[in-house]
């Protein structure tokens, strides 16, 4: 599980990251990353609406999104924020292509 140093929590983080970040585009999921002044650990936020399903499956979308960042975590540079927003075909995707997804996007380096 994600530390709460390790997620975005204000609804100004997560709008400043994605109105500056840099996009990237998967099958399932868009992963938007934006370097941030400070040195601080790097920090992620799920967005995951209605579009996608039911609570039942937004949260398991959600907790499978926060597993594939926690596996993640070493691999991404302090002071990044990454918000990533689930598609409504990422109900039915299985994990491995979930992590594809995601680890394209973090491979990428912000601008």
């Not at 934006?34 to 936020?45: H, L």
């Not at 960042?69 to 075909?89: H, K, M, Q």
């Amino acid at each position: 599980m994600l530390a709460r140093a390790n997620r975005l929590t204000r609804g100004a983080d997560y709008k400043a990251v994605v109105r500056r970040g840099r996009r990237c585009a998967g099958a399932h999921t868009v992963t938007y990353v934006s370097r941030v002044e400070t040195d601080g650990p790097a920090r992620f936020g799920f967005i995951v609406s209605r579009q996608v399903g039911g609570a039942v499956v937004r949260n398991s979308v959600r907790r499978r999104l926060k597993a594939l960042c926690y596996e993640s975590l070493g691999a991404v540079s302090p002071g990044n924020d990454i918000v990533i927003r689930a598609l409504p075909t990422a109900a039915s995707a299985s994990f491995a292509d979930l992590r594809a997804d995601v680890e394209k996007c973090l491979a990428r380096r912000p601008a």
